[in-house]
C-alpha cells in the first residue's frame, strides 16, 4: 500500500514540476529525495533502487552539466535536425522574420499573461483625429450614396475626389513634416470604419494609399530624396499612388511573380544611365486606372554584373511615373460591381533610372522584407476596419428593418427563427469590433503584428461574410432588389472582394496563419532553426542547446498543464483577481485551450516535421485555435475598456462561447485527423480526458442578443459606434432609424386602438382607417393620430422596393442631372 501511495505522489510530482517548468537540476533533486524516501521505508527491493540510482547519476550530470550534455547529446541531434529540416526559400525566410510578436506570443507559450493584456492602454483619438472623425469623414460621407457612384457616375463625383484630396484623406498616414495628416493607426481605422458604412468607392480610394503602397514604402525605406519629392505630393493628393503587385500567374504566389527588370545602361533625359529595364503585367491593381505614380514590384536581375557577381538579385520595388514612355495603364477592371479605380497595367522593355528604385540601389533586392513588413502592420488596419465598418451599417440597418417589418402582425425580429442570425450578427460584431481596435492598438504600441495581422485580416472578413449572409436571409425581397432603398445589395455582393485581396482567405488560412505562427510565436522553433542555419559551429553549438533543452521543458510543461488543467475543468488555472468575475471562468478556459494549443503543436511538428507543412488541413485547424484564442482576447479586453457594461454582456458571452466552441472543434479536427491513430486516441485522452466543455451558445442568450439589436439602447449605440449614421429620412438608412423610433412611439397607442375595437367602444369596418376612428372616437388625440400615421408612412418606405423603366433606368442616369451629394435625384431616378 504504501509503495502504491509513493508511486502516486511521485506521479503528482511530476506533474507539478512540469506544470511550473522548473530547471533540471530541481527535477534532480527532487528525484534523489524520492528514491532516497523509497530506500529509508524500503517500499521497492534495493537492486531496483540501486539501478534507479544509477540511471539517475548517470543522467543528471551530463544533462545538467551544459558543455558535456552539448557533446554528448545537442550535437549529435543538431547534426540529425539540419538534415530532415526542410528547405527554406529566401522569400519564405523574410516573410517568417517579417513583423514582430506580440499577444500571439503568450497565446502560444500556454501560459498567457492575462495581467499583460489588461494593461495594455486603451487606443485613443486625439483632438484633432476626433474633431477630423466627427467632421471631415461625416462630410465626406454626407456628399455621396454608394447608388449614385455605382450607377450614376461609375466612379466618384470629381467634386468628391477633390474634396478628399483637399481634406488631406490621401496622406493620413504621413507625417506632418512631410505635409500629411500624421495619423496614429486607431485614427487611420476609426476613419476607415465610419467610410466603409457609408459607401466602397469612398473607403477603397482612401484607404489604399494609407495601406500597403508607395506612401509606406517610402516613409521606411525611400532615399531622403525621394521623401522630400513625393510624399508631399502624396498628402496633397498631387500624386494619386497604385502599386502594382499581382500578375496573371503569380497571384497568391507573389513570389513567383515573372515580371523583372534587367539591369543595364540606358538612355535618360539625354544621358547614358544606370538603371533597369522592365517588362510586367499586372492586373487587379486598385487605383490603377487614376494613379500619376506606379509602385511595381518585379524581380531584378543582373546578367552583366554591372551592381555584383549575382545574376539573380531578388525582388524589388520601384516608383514609375504613369506618363512615363512605355508604361501602358490599361483599361478598368469591375469587381462585382463595384466602382473604386482598379485595372490592369503593363509595359515592355521599358527603361527606368536606377534613382527610381525605392530606396534607391542598397534596396534592389530587398522588395519581398519591405513588403512583407510594411504588410504586417497595414493588414492590420484597412480590411479588418473595412469590414467591421460594413458590419456596422447592416447591423444597424437589419436590426432596424426586423423591429419594423411584421408578418403574423409581428415583428420579424421576434420570431426564433430570425432571432438566431440576429445573435449571430450581433456577437460576431461585438467580436469584430474587439479585434480592430485592439490590432490597430497594437500598431500604434510599435508592434507590427505579422500573425495577428493575418488573424485580423482573415477572421473579421470572414465574419463580415457571415453578418452580410445572414442579414440578406433577414431582408428577403427587399435585400435582393437594387436600387437607392436596398441598404444591404452592394455589401452583399462586394464582400468577396476582401475575402481575396492582401492574402486570399484560404491561403492566409491554410498556410500563413499557423504555418507563420508555429515559427515566430513559439519561443524556441525560430531560435532552433537560427542555429541549424549558423555556420559558426561553436555559437551554433551553443544556441542549439538553449533552445533545444528549454523546448523540451516548454513541451512536458504544456503537457502536464494541459492534462492537469484538462482534468480540473480549468479551475486550477490563476487568472488575475483583477478580472470581472462574470468573465473569470474564461480566462481559465483560454488558459487551458492555450496549453492545449502549445502542446497539440509541438506534438504534430515533432511526429509529422517538414510533412506538417504540406498538411495544409491540420495546420489551418492549428491556426483556427490561436485565431479563437485571440478572438476571445480582444474580447475580453473590449469588455473591460467599455467599463464592464452588464447590459453589453450578453454579447461579450455569446462571441466567447461561439469561439471558444470553434477552438474546441478545431482542437478535435485536429485530433481526429492525426495521421498516427495510436498518437490521435493518446491526444484525445489528455486534451480532453473529461469531454469537451463547450456547447453552442443557448437559445436564450441568443434571444437577448438579438433583443439588443432591434430595440435603440445605449448596448445598440456602442455595438455600432463609429457608423456614418445620415439624419435625412429620404435615405435608406436614416429612413430606418426614423422608422425604428416612430414605431416603438406608435406601439402603445395602436395597443390602445385595438383595446377599444375589442370592448365595443368603437367600431371600424373593413378598410375603415382604423386610426382615424379612435381619434374621431376620443380614444386617441389629434397629435397621436399624426404619429400612427408617420409610423406607418415609415413602415411603408423602408419596406418598400425600387422598380426601374424597361432599360433598367438607364436613359434615367445621367451624371449631369444629379445634384452633389443628393440622394432625393437618385430616387426620383428609380421611381
Known sequence: MLTLIWILVVVVGFFALAYINVAGWAWAIALAAALGVAWVAHLLPPLALLILGAVLVLLAFPLNFVPLRRKLISDGILTAFRKILPPMSQTEREAIEAGTVWWDGDLFSGRPDWSKLLAVPQPKLTVEEQRFVDHDCEELCGLVSDWETTHVYRDLPPHVWQFIKNRGFLGMIIPKEYGGLGFSAFAHSEVVTKLASRSSAVVVTVMVPNSLGPGELLMHYGTDEQKRYYLPRLAKGLEIPCFALTSPHAGSDAAAMPDTGIVCMGDYEGKQTLGLRLTWDKRYITLGPVATILGLAFRAFDPDHLLGDKDDLGITCALIPTKHPGVNIGRRHMPLSAVFQNGPNSGKDVFVPMEWVIGGQPMIGKGWRMLMECLAAGRSISLPSLNTGVAKMVTRATGGYARVRTQFKTPIGKFEGIEEPLARIGGYLYSMDATRVMTAGAVDLGEKPAVLSAIAKYHLTERGRQVAIDAMDIAGGKGICMGPRNFLGAAYMQIPVSITVEGANILTRSLIIFGQGAIRCHPYVLKEIAAANNADAGQASIAFDQALFGHIRFVMSNFARAVVMGLCGSHCAVVPSGVAPETRRYYQQLTRFSAALAFLADVSMGVLG??????????????????????????????????????????????????????????????????????????????????????????????????????????????????????????????????????????????????????????????????????????????????????????????????????????????????????TVAHKAAA
Open 610 to 823: 517538414g510533412a506538417l507543412k504540406r498538411r495544409e488541413k491540420l495546420s489551418a485547424r492549428l491556426g483556427d485555435v490561436l485565431s479563437m484564442l485571440y478572438l476571445c482576447s480582444a474580447t475580453l479586453k473590449r469588455y473591460e475598456i467599455d467599463g464592464r457594461q452588464l447590459a453589453d454582456a450578453p454579447l461579450m458571452n455569446w462571441a466567447i462561447w461561439d469561439a471558444m466552441l470553434k477552438a474546441q472543434n478545431a482542437l478535435e479536427g485536429v485530433i481526429s485527423n492525426f495521421p498516427n491513430r495510436f498518437i490521435s486516441a493518446v491526444l484525445r485522452v489528455l486534451v480532453f480526458p473529461l469531454g469537451r466543455p463547450y456547447v453552442v451558445p443557448s437559445d436564450q442568450l441568443g434571444h437577448e442578443v438579438a433583443k439588443l439589436l432591434i430595440e435603440p439602447s445605449a448596448t445598440r449605440d456602442r455595438l455600432t459606434s463609429g457608423m456614418y449614421l445620415p439624419k435625412s429620412e429620404t435615405d435608406v438608412i436614416g429612413a430606418i432609424e426614423a422608422a425604428v423610433e416612430a414605431t416603438l412611439a406608435a406601439e402603445p397607442i395602436e395597443t390602445r386602438i385595438r383595446e377599444a375595437i375589442k370592448s365595443g367602444r368603437i367600431v371600424a369596418k373593413v378598410g375603415d382607417d382604423r386610426a382615424a376612428v379612435a381619434q374621431s372616437a376620443g380614444v386617441i388625440s389629434a397629435d397621436e393620430l399624426a404619429l400612427v400615421r408617420r409610423a406607418k408612412r415609415l413602415a411603408d418606405e423602408i419596406v418598400r422596393v425600387d422598380d426601374f423603366a424597361q432599360d433598367l433606368g438607364a436613359s434615367e442616369m445621367r451624371p449631369a442631372v444629379v445634384e452633389q451629394g443628393s440622394t
